[in-house]
């Protein structure tokens, strides 16, 4: 029984030396092919390629012309807009228009906090480069940890808009974009959620007092973003499934590369 167990623990050493000399690269590897190419369809400078020049144009609208906003966008900002949409004042309704124009764009953070969060990812891979001798599970587990940790920070950028309150809205320096400006009661926002533009137009209103604000918005889908969303998940569904794969022996505390007598060494 004795004999037995050590020659399972020399074969799990053995399946780990081979993980971690053999796998863990094959996977980072992969893992590193999916993000390259992320990058590729991101419209910013990134990883040795530029698309900061790409255009797009789209168009947001609701039924019964209360908003149309027709807009160009370069890279991670709105270059160009006409705006147009309806605001109600007790009883008069009046149309709103405003423009973006090139010379002053609008900047959309979350794209570029996206594009920094897939390179730091890559960046993590190359700091250990395809030769690199790993020599522990943790020490593999730390390096996919920051992986993870950059891609779920880069899915999120895209996916979950930071909440604004009015005052933000309207201080926010993209607001100097609109020319004309609008008036005090209003605030407009252009942002991303999931693979969809959204431009959304924000009016303060008194009632008996109290100040509320009323929303509406127009969205659009964006084919780039729903090929980044899903090259994002991929990435995140292969370093999970090599941290996944490493656990396991992560309970060997004591496993380490060569604390087998006589190990083969692994090239």
Sequence with gaps: MVDYEKEEVVNLQKEFEWVLHKEIHKGLGQIHEILVECARRFPVALYGHDNSSKQDKFVLTVPGDQLKCVVT????????ADINFKVTR??????VRTTIHNENPWKLQQVQDAANHLQQAIYHIDDVGKHYKFKSSDEVLHILGNILGSLQRGRTSLIVPRKKTMDDLQKSRNMKSLSPPLSEDLAISFYIQ?????????QLTSNHGVMKYDSSHAECSVPWLNEVLVLFTV???????LKDKICVFSQYKDFTV???SNSPTAS
């Design 73 to 80: 966008l370069t890279g991670d900002s709105i270059t160009h």
């Design 90 to 95: 007790q009883t008069n309704t009046t149309m």
């Design 194 to 202: 999931s693979h969809k533009l959204i431009f959304a137009i924000y």
């Design 235 to 241: 990435g995140l569904q292969l370093c999970q499934q």
């Design 258 to 260: 060569g604390s087998r």
